[in-house]
């Protein structure tokens, strides 16, 4: 007996030190997640086959569209925004694009076929799926008109200077442009170009001009000529009105406007010469030099 109340006595402190609980059996957290997995591989069969099918859907549509473009022409060449340019000279280069295979056209083919065009400054080449090949122009705009001894072109707002093919007969304000000098060439443009110095001046010029409306309207002719001599005619005058190469153009000519109003108007648009508007102050005309009376018998 005693030996048993010794192990028992033995044994009780055993049971209550920390680390000898008894075992409790873990939770299974296993089942939970165990069924969302059956959930998602039972449904993987119907989400592949949802996406196959989708996927062979869109490859026969491609395919479709394919076999479709192939199959359409060129029905109608359609230009838009080209006025100065004559609608036959268009035609003429865009005709060979007709009735090929839309999907044969290639853009930068039919942008070489216009590049030769001078009055084209920017083009948008387009295919449409219903047999259209769209082309949308922005043509140059006129600003003044070159004269050259007896031959006449155009110069736009860029400085090129183009062919005058009727054009400048649809514009009857331009006004004229002499004494250029030697024109620049425009690389893959085929055209000439104003040199930087005369086109800078020349479009300074007519920008005072526009802000000057009564110079605006009798203006008729800009001289340009190098060592600041640059002068200007007007309608049915002879008189030259020297404004140089520099300075506060606009100032210039308002006292031109008063001149001709106080002076020219009352003497008569043949009473000058020239008249020098270069200085701030001052006007300096010259009277022109009266023909010698021939000698007595």
Known sequence: MENQEHER????????LPGNEPELPEADHSAPRSGKLRRLFGATPVIMIMVVLLL???AALAWYATQWKQGVAVERVVVSGASLIPASDLDKRLARFR??????????????????EPWIGSMTVSKELNGILRVVIEERRPAALLVEGEHYRVIDTEGFVLPDEGVSSRFHRLVKVSGAGRLGSAPGRGVNRLNEGDRQLLFVLIDAFAAAPHAGLLLSEIHLAPDNRTWFSVAGSPIRFVVGNAGNFKEKLKKFEIFWQQVVAKKGIDCYESVDLRFRDRVFASEPESEAEPAAP
């Open 56 to 58: 062979m859907a869109v």
């Open 99 to 116: 009735n090929r295979p839309l999907e044969e056209v290639r853009i930068d083919d039919v942008r070489r076929a216009l590049s030769s």
């Open 9 to 16: 006595w033995h044994e009780e402190p055993l049971n209550e």
